[in-house]
């Protein structure tokens, strides 16, 4: 009796295990096309007219990796800011409630921080630079730093929980302020932590749909400034399914979600390299 | 200038979060002060009779009553597929997995969490393709799918957090069974599971909230804006947070604005109160193990 249920269990694992596999065959299965008829080349040009029979994904690559690293660069400081003022810069009765705030973030749905970037943000953009819509890079960029704030912040913090307290009574005794043992002393030995948050964060923004979607602006082109229209991989595919079914624009979708898939997975592997790395490390000390 | 740079980061810590405290608070005391006032009978059922609506003997038309009803469905669906896998999967991983089996395992399911909810909707859509060419010509997008789909999302939520409750239990916990001659299954089921029950629900919560707010993924595979109730499993059915961008991109008239600023109100309550109980069931089982330890 007790064997069927192991049995059953692991079962329930494999196929959990193994759904990422099918799932990475299914986009590659759809992709192929795509090579048989030798339009790889084509996918990698700068315009995307499908009714010119041009399916260009680089200007929506590039504004991928431009939302993602804009974003990354504002919510990054941001959230080491936030990290160093609950672990000693701020008054102590504010740790807390702080990070329960950063917690309840994670809970407020994407679609209603889109939403309101559209109402509150994109108006005040649109007014104060005089720079099209106001649908734009920066909209976006400053839309998606908020949401993957928590992300890096929460990823920081439990790495120097585990550092501070160990630290605190010797850096005290030692006469060395606060700010000094953060920034010399917590920072430096957290290095995975903040590598890893900086990692986690640019894969978070990556996949993100719904900031890019209602805020970018969705022009397919390279952006040449932060006011420009972008449109990211993640918007691409979810335009041209809703818009689009001809099946010949479908392979292209399904490399955009190739690239997508890989990025994202690449990511996961850095990270778990990481992690590894990180626990072998404490554990020689 | 080291003590120049010493007080810059200072600043720098207390610019940043009193900016991020300012900005969620204009963005949640915005949203109330819009959608507080649309919150009434109309935003729900229009003009339709509240009675008549929720039995579905009415129509409802330009209101909140259908997308509350497919949201209620999908999260159900969903929840009610992923929930049985995910959590054996937990199980498994934490109690009984060899160790190398265990690492191939645990690193193909981080993939899985961490492929974006557009590969996600991406993937359904593509096996629809693939019945569509191959066995069911007029195989299309549906609620079954949109769930299915939410499902493979949120399981990778429910297996690490199942894995996680059990593996954080004492090891006074573990040693209990075997010490009373209980067997490996004996030992999970009738001692960490009750013990770790908690923990497990509050994952199942949190991945609730996750499959009520996403959008991605149902965007791709059935949802529409004027479906109407759900019709059946392989009908099309509208859902809270697409109705939240579908007007936010196409709203026409000053009445369509209101409803979607009430509509965001409405998620943002739903997955606040979901959040909230997660958090409160995780930190009252934490409260549980530090007075047992």
């Known amino acids: 009796m007790s064997k069927y249920v192991e049995t059953l269990l692991k079962y329930a694992t494999v196929f959990s295990a193994l759904i990422v596999l099918v799932l990475f065959g299914f986009l590659t299965y759809f992709t192929l096309p795509l090579f048989a008829e030798g339009q790889i080349t084509e996918l990698f040009s700068l315009h995307w007219r499908p009714f010119h029979g041009e399916f260009g994904i680089l200007p929506m690559i590039a504004g991928t990796l431009a939302l993602a690293i804009s974003a990354l660069l504002i919510a990054y400081p941001l959230g080491l800011g936030i990290c160093l003022f609950v672990h000693g810069l701020g008054p102590r009765w504010l740790a807390r409630p702080i990070l329960l705030l950063i917690h309840g973030m994670t809970g407020i749905p994407t679609v209603v921080y889109g939403f309101v970037a559209v109402f509150l943000l994109v108006p005040l953009l649109r007014n104060n630079f005089s720079h099209g819509s106001g649908f734009s890079l920066l909209a976006a960029s400053l839309t998606l730093s908020i949401l993957i704030l928590p992300t890096i912040v929460l990823l920081i913090n439990s790495q120097l929980e585990q550092i501070v307290p160990k630290l605190r009574l010797t850096t005290t005794a030692l006469g060395i302020s606060r700010i000094h043992e953060l920034t010399r002393i917590s920072l430096p030995a957290a290095s995975y932590g903040l590598l890893a948050a900086a990692i986690l964060g640019f894969g978070r923004a990556v996949g993100d749909t719904l900031i890019a979607l209602m805020v970018a602006g969705n022009a397919a082109q390279i952006p040449g400034s932060a006011f420009d229209s972008i449109r990211t991989l993640t918007a691409h595919i979810a335009l041209v399914v809703a818009t689009d079914s001809q099946s010949t624009t479908y392979h292209s979708l399904f490399a955009c979600g190739l690239i997508l898939f890989l990025t994202t997975a690449s990511v996961n592997l850095l990270l778990h390299r990481i992690k590894h790395r990180a626990c072998r490390e404490t554990n020689y000390e | ?293």
């Open chain 2, 1 to 293: 200038m080291n003590r120049l740079l010493n007080f810059g980061v200072y600043c720098w810590s207390w610019i940043a979060t009193l900016g991020v405290f300012l900005v969620v608070g204009l963005l949640l005391s915005y949203l109330l002060a819009q959608g507080l006032p649309t919150i009434g009978k109309e935003l729900f059922f229009g003009d339709a009779p509240a009675w008549e609506a929720i039995f579905g003997q009415v129509r409802v038309w330009d209101a909140l009553w259908p997308a509350c009803v497919g949201t209620l469905f999908l999260v159900l669906l969903a929840t009610l597929l992923a929930v049985p896998i995910g959590i054996s999967s937990g199980i498994y991983l934490a109690c009984f997995a060899p160790k190398s089996f265990k690492r191939v395992l645990s690193l193909l399911v981080e993939l899985l969490a961490g492929t974006p909810s557009i590969v996600m909707g991406l993937f359904g859509f593509a096996f629809i393709l693939f019945l569509r060419n191959t066995f069911f010509p007029d195989a299309n997008t549906s609620l079954l799918l949109a769930a299915a789909c939410l499902a493979l999302l949120i399981l990778p939520y429910l297996i690490f957090t199942t894995q996680a409750a059990l593996e954080s239990l004492s090891d006074e916990y573990r040693l209990i069974g075997p010490s009373l001659g209980f067997s490996q299954i004996q030992t999970v089921f009738h001692v960490l599971l009750p013990a770790a029950g908690r923990g497990i629900l509050s994952g199942v919560v949190l991945s609730i909230g996750r499959a009520a707010e996403d959008t991605a993924v149902i965007m791709l595979t059935g949802v529409i804006a004027n479906a109407g109730l759900p019709q059946g499993l392989f009908g099309k059915f509208e859902a809270l947070p697409f109705r939240i961008f579908y007007l936010a991109a196409e709203y026409q008239t000053p009445a369509e604005l209101d409803s979607a600023y009430g509509t965001a109100l409405v998620l943002l309550c739903l997955t606040g109160m979901l959040y909230g109980s997660a958090l409160a069931l995780h930190k009252t089982l934490e409260l549980r193990w530090n007075q047992h330890g």
